[in-house]
């Protein structure tokens, strides 16, 4: 092993020391900003590239006027730097003093200062056994007139506040003696301890923005002090000594007030962990600290810290022994906060290294991978599943998870709960029944607005996006403890995100993109769709506003849907990975007619699901297209045969002569009825079926065909009733309690069985109707007019997925047209060889070595 670092956060010296990569090193030495730098950097600092050309003075002005107004002063009081350090050296040679009074232990760079400046240095010792907590009035018996002090605050390395009223009365006290504060760590503190409210001339405030907003190699920092002497200090320097870029983030980051309010409470409690489980390691001392770091002492005399390092960087952690300090010896080692995981990670080292009992190693947690995307219908719900069943032909136990799904298209379990379709057949693609713990919360859009929401399963209540924003972070716990419980049953776990985790607008509620992937411990692959355009823009921009916790979760890029010859993304995939720094896992060819079911209506809306097929005896299925349209998978089936073309109707116009006219489920009936009406296709749709054309409701679409439908409750609207098509003699009362069964049943004149699943609210009674469909415990869940057998409804999806009751109902429109009835099922519809192909398709296109090196597996 080679050398360790001399100074914390030496991540390539590390590296180099310890064999391991960059990547897989815990660097608890660097006492930077646990939460990264603000998602706002990168797009900031791409934005000034242009102005690198010019003179960075305009920009200094800037800065030093946003400084000056953000802590209410002149701009003659505050002096930017080349960091911290490059004032710090400044002063002593603009100050009338002969000495500098130190705390010991403290930042070694107050005595390098003092030394270059040929001032003698008096230590006032710090006392482990006191925490390191100054004491103010062995300070002020120690001043001399000549003495100029140097006080970190926090200190370094205790992280140790000063008493503040009485540091403010011994500055008071002697004005005579300037005093030097380096508030560096003080945003981890909390602002309520500075002193850059305080107005003395003998104060001096040094403040460095690199530890807090975690920009190190940015060198930014500045001074506040009396106008004399900042005059002096510009007297001293150079100019231009801060770049442009540093001086362009310093002054956007004086708007972000948010995110240091942010580090600070999550610095707090991050701090508060970690020291209690240091402090229950038998061997270990940690000291109190207010700063976003901890200093330890190991109380075995004849051990050291300087070994601890190297035995824990073998593990690939990094913490910063502490001997270079004076006043501490070899035992003493500093360590970073950073976030619980990673906590626990060196705490159980350390635990085994000093064989204590009372900290068991965590449990690691089931490998996770997650699908991302740069927007909305990449095709991630499809590379899940297509991933799902290629663990599951590999012996895998594994099983999906989507957090939350905004979608129209559900289903139900066998326990009569509702999710996504798309997670059911994700469940299918490992072979497992569905299951609510696969997507514990389903969000079915009601309005443009407003939602209904169903947690575990159940509906928990219909909420404006505001309201359920609010509510958020009490579901994400539930949300957390499903999963927990499904990835302990399982080997692996594939999870899906939503839309895209660059969202900034929604990144702070977020619970099912990287905050789920943070707490599942997920590799993130993010997929991009090709057949769109813009995908490579869509990789770097979406990377470009990823937070730095974000990025370091991201593992690769899947490009999918591209047609064409793959060798020719060559250049771009190599400026990509260089602009990035992430690999391409894999390019994934488009394939039309997976014969998989689509997880939204995107690609129905679009008419990309219309099947266009001409020719002889080719049956002609108008599908409407509703606005608030559910369950459009329903007639899936129908699309695989042969002698059937399904077309989506938006508009009178388009509807045509068909043999049969659909009215599918809808989220919002009374809504869409009112669509219908307005827009002619009711209309329409009773003209033709008084000639004799097939009409065919699924759930909502069969309330749709009655006399009425009444809203009591204001489930759908206010509490209005509306006319019907009057199709069938039916009334439907929409009640609270939604209907949620999983049911066999029978289709009455033709004896097939039918299996599928009833999602509705309220209840529909009628008269003078021939039963249709009726479930094994007899209950009638379909009916049709007496004298019009052709008119008819049911409440169960999925009937058409029955390959004998599918070819019944398509012979009987083929004989209506003088066509010969085919007799035999033609394309039975099975997803299991659909699923295979799939998983054969991604693949042969994904690099399945990394990835389950990814995986760990």
């Given at each position: 092993m080679g050398d360790l670092p001399k100074h914390g956060g030496n991540l390539r010296q590390a590296s180099k020391?310890?064999?391991?990569?960059?990547?897989?090193?815990?660097?608890?030495?660097?006492?930077?900003?646990?939460?990264?730098?603000?998602?706002?950097?990168?797009?900031?600092?791409?934005?000034?590239?242009?102005?690198?050309?010019?003179?960075?003075?305009?920009?200094?002005?800037?800065?030093?006027?946003?400084?000056?107004?953000?802590?209410?002063?002149?701009?003659?009081?505050?002096?930017?730097?080349?960091?911290?350090?490059?004032?710090?050296?400044?002063?002593?040679?603009?100050?009338?003093?002969?000495?500098?009074?130190?705390?010991?232990?403290?930042?070694?760079?107050?005595?390098?200062?003092?030394?270059?400046?040929?001032?003698?240095?008096?230590?006032?010792?710090?006392?482990?056994?006191?925490?390191?907590?100054?004491?103010?009035?062995?300070?002020?018996?120690?001043?001399?007139?000549?003495?100029?002090?140097?006080?970190?605050?926090?200190?370094?390395?205790?992280?140790?506040?000063?008493?503040?009223?009485?540091?403010?009365?011994?500055?008071?006290?002697?004005?005579?003696?300037?005093?030097?504060?380096?508030?560096?760590?003080?945003?981890?503190?909390?602002?309520?301890?500075?002193?850059?409210?305080?107005?003395?001339?003998?104060?001096?405030?040094?403040?460095?923005?690199?530890?807090?907003?975690?920009?190190?190699?940015?060198?930014?920092g500045y001074a506040l002090a009396d106008p004399k002497v900042v005059s002096a200090m510009h007297q001293m320097r150079p100019d231009w000594s801060v770049n442009t870029i540093?001086?362009?983030?310093?002054?956007?980051?004086?708007?972000?007030?948010?995110?240091?309010?942010?580090?600070?409470?999550?610095?707090?409690?991050?701090?508060?962990?970690?020291?209690?489980?240091?402090?229950?390691?038998?061997?270990?001392?940690?000291?109190?600290?207010?700063?976003?770091?901890?200093?330890?002492?190991?109380?075995?005399?004849?051990?050291?810290?300087?070994?601890?390092?190297?035995?824990?960087?073998?593990?690939?952690?990094?913490?910063?022994?502490?001997?270079?300090?004076?006043?501490?010896?070899?035992?003493?080692?500093?360590?970073?906060?950073?976030?619980a995981d990673e906590q626990q990670q060196l705490c159980a080292e350390l635990d085994r290294g000093f064989n204590a009992v009372s900290i068991k190693k965590p449990a690691r947690k089931t490998p996770a991978i997650m699908f991302q995307g740069t927007g909305s219908n990449a095709g991630k719900s499809i590379l899940t599943a297509a991933l799902s069943r290629i663990l599951y032909q590999d012996g895998v136990s594994v099983a999906p998870f989507k957090a939350q799904n905004m979608s129209l298209n559900s289903g139900v379990t066998y326990n009569g709960g509702e999710m996504g379709r798309a997670q059911i057949l994700q469940a299918q693609a490992c072979r497992l029944d569905a299951d609510v713990r696969m997507n514990p919360v389903l969000l079915k859009p009601s309005s443009a607005t407003g939602s209904q929401v169903i947690v575990c399963g159940k509906v928990l209540e219909t909420m404006h996006f505001r309201d359920y924003s609010e509510r958020r972070n009490s579901i994400f716990t539930q949300v957390k403890t499903c999963y927990d419980s499904l990835a302990n049953e399982h080997q692996?776990?594939?999870?899906?995100?939503?839309?895209?985790?660059?969202?900034?607008?929604?990144?702070?509620?977020?619970?099912?993109?990287?905050?789920?992937?943070?707490?599942?411990?997920?590799?993130?692959?993010?997929?991009?769709?090709?057949?769109?355009?813009?995908?490579?823009?869509?990789?770097?921009?979406?990377?470009?506003?990823?937070?730095?916790w974000e990025r370091r979760l991201v593992h690769g890029f899947?490009?999918?849907?591209?047609?064409?010859d793959a060798s020719l993304l060559g250049n771009a995939l190599d400026l990509t990975r260089q602009h990035t720094g992430k690999p391409f896992l894999g390019t994934v060819p488009y394939v039309q007619n997976l014969g998989l079911p689509e997880e939204d209506s995107v690609d129905f809306k679009d008419g990309l699901l219309d099947t266009n097929k001409?020719?002889?005896?080719?049956?002609?299925?108008?599908?409407?297209?509703?606005?608030?349209?559910?369950?459009?998978?329903?007639?899936?089936?129908?699309?695989?045969?042969?002698?059937?073309?399904?077309?989506?109707?938006?508009?009178?116009?388009?509807?045509?002569?068909?043999?049969?006219?659909?009215?599918?489920?809808?989220?919002?009936?009374?809504?869409?009825?009112?669509?219908?009406?307005?827009?002619?296709?009711?209309?329409?749709?009773?003209?033709?079926?008084e000639v004799g054309v097939e009409i065919v409701g699924i759930c909502g679409g069969y309330q749709m065909l009655g006399r009425k439908i009444a809203d009591p409750n204001a489930i759908e609207s206010s509490g209005e009733t509306c006319q019907g098509l009057r199709l069938l003699a039916l009334e439907t009362t929409l009640l609270?309690?939604?209907?949620m069964t999983r049911c066999q049943a029978s289709h009455l004149p033709s004896?097939?069985?039918?299996?599928?699943?009833?999602?509705?609210?309220?209840?529909?009674?009628?008269?003078?109707?021939?039963?249709?469909?009726?479930?094994?415990?007899?209950?009638?869940?379909?009916?049709?007019?007496?004298?019009?057998?052709?008119?008819?409804?049911?409440?169960?999806?999925?009937?058409?997925?029955?390959?004998?009751?599918?070819?019944?109902?398509?012979?009987?429109?083929?004989?209506?047209?003088?066509w010969q009835a085919i007799g035999k099922v033609q394309s039975p519809y099975d997803l299991e060889p659909a699923l295979d192909r799939l998983a054969d398709h991604v693949r042969a296109s994904l690099d399945m070595d990394k990835i389950y090196q990814i995986l760990g597996l």
């Open positions: 020391a310890s064999g391991l990569p960059q990547e897989d090193l815990l660097d608890f030495s660097a006492s930077i900003n646990p939460l990264g730098f603000p998602h706002w950097l990168r797009p900031l600092i791409s934005s000034q590239i242009s102005q690198l050309a010019h003179y960075p003075n305009p920009q200094a002005e800037e800065f030093v006027t946003a400084l000056a107004k953000h802590h209410q002063i002149n701009s003659n009081q505050v002096i930017i730097g080349n960091g911290a350090s490059e004032l710090l050296y400044l002063l002593p040679q603009v100050l009338n003093h002969k000495r500098v009074l130190l705390p010991i232990p403290s930042y070694n760079d107050y005595a390098a200062i003092a030394t270059a400046s040929g001032f003698p240095i008096d230590s006032l010792p710090l006392m482990p056994e006191k925490d390191f907590q100054l004491d103010m009035e062995q300070l002020s018996s120690m001043l001399r007139d000549d003495h100029l002090i140097i006080l970190g605050h926090p200190n370094n390395p205790s992280g140790q506040l000063c008493d503040v009223s009485a540091l403010q009365e011994l500055i008071k006290k002697r004005p005579h003696n300037y005093f030097i504060i380096d508030e560096s760590f003080i945003d981890f503190a909390g602002k309520e301890y500075s002193l850059r409210g305080q107005r003395p001339e003998n104060l001096i405030i040094i403040q460095s923005m690199t530890k807090a907003w975690a920009i190190p190699g940015l060198r930014l540093a001086q362009a983030v310093g002054v956007r980051a004086l708007q972000d007030s948010n995110y240091l309010t942010k580090t600070c409470d999550y610095v707090r409690q991050q701090r508060q962990d970690l020291f209690a489980q240091l402090e229950s390691i038998r061997g270990l001392h940690p000291f109190p600290s207010d700063a976003n770091f901890l200093l330890v002492r190991i109380d075995n005399p004849s051990e050291d810290a300087l070994s601890l390092a190297q035995k824990l960087l073998k593990k690939g952690m990094m913490i910063r022994p502490c001997a270079s300090f004076q006043g501490l010896d070899k035992r003493y080692f500093r360590v970073a906060v950073r976030t692996v776990m594939v999870l899906e995100g939503a839309g895209s985790p660059a969202e900034i607008n929604l990144k702070s509620n977020d619970i099912v993109n990287m905050n789920m992937a943070r707490y599942a411990d997920a590799k993130v692959l993010l997929v991009g769709d090709i057949d769109r355009g813009g995908v490579f823009a869509s990789f770097v921009g979406t990377l470009e506003l990823l937070s730095e899947v490009i999918n849907r591209f047609r064409g001409q020719g002889k005896d080719v049956l002609d299925v108008a599908l409407i297209d509703l606005p608030h349209i559910s369950n459009f998978t329903d007639f899936d089936a129908l699309r695989v045969e042969t002698d059937v073309h399904v077309r989506r109707v938006c508009h009178t116009e388009e509807l045509g002569s068909p043999d049969v006219v659909i009215l599918p489920g809808t989220k919002n009936v009374i809504s869409d009825l009112d669509y219908l009406q307005n827009s002619g296709l009711a209309a329409a749709i009773r003209q033709l079926a609270p309690d939604k209907i004896d097939e069985s039918l299996q599928g699943y009833e999602i509705h609210h309220g209840t529909s009674i009628g008269s003078n109707l021939k039963p249709l469909i009726q479930r094994q415990d007899g209950m009638v869940i379909g009916s049709c007019a007496t004298n019009r057998e052709q008119i008819w409804g049911t409440y169960l999806h999925g009937i058409f997925d029955a390959d004998g009751f599918r070819r019944w109902f398509l012979d009987r429109l083929r004989q209506r047209k003088g």
